[in-house]
């Protein structure tokens, strides 16, 4: 298998009709990957032996990035709440790469209930608290996007408790700003805000 196989298979695999890579938010998977590592090692928050624990793994775009560079004893470890793409990411990573380990996290949502096969044999835990208590680095991309204020406030509990004493945390969050605000209105968002916030908290202010 060639070093692009895996960049390949996201994209011509399918799950309910959509590629692995489509239903995780699309885009070209090798450059997502390449900029979630170049993201953690531009903040020094990453090492060859790190441990390092993936909240919204999908089909491990940022887990293929590292790979190669994350040795042992270095570990990773992958919770998404799919279990197709975990069974993915065990599949094409783990077995290459036997320090990459990878859990389906028992979660409901609304949004990706349609991809939960709850029947799907694959490694289950219920709560990110079975994980350890001591990674260097935690990343969530494009996890705080789906959540509301208090499952992100528990949210940011956990990877506080995820976290060894002196380690990171990378997270991506939605930013509302003048560009966010008028792709909203214009209907080219598929994250449905308007029905739930109402149009008037997005109009653009004014002096800003």
Sequence with gaps: MT????????????????????????GDPKAVGALSREVVEAVGAITPRSKVLDIGCGCGRSAAA????LRPPAQFVGVDIIPDLINFCRREITSRH???NFF????ES????SFINRDSPTQWIDSLSALDDDFDLVIA??????LDAVAATSMLDMVWRRLREGGYAVLSFFVLNPFSRRSILAGRWRTAFLPALGTEDFRPATGR
């Design 3 to 26: 070093e692009d196989t895996i960049w390949r298979l996201m994209v011509t695999e399918t799950l309910n009709g959509l590629s692995l890579n489509d239903v995780v938010g699309g």
């Design 66 to 69: 590292m790979a190669s560079f």
């Design 98 to 100: 036997p320090n990459f």
């Design 104 to 107: 389906a996290l028992r979660q």
């Design 110 to 113: 609304e949004q990706y209930q």
């Design 141 to 146: 991309f494009s996890l705080f996007t789906h």
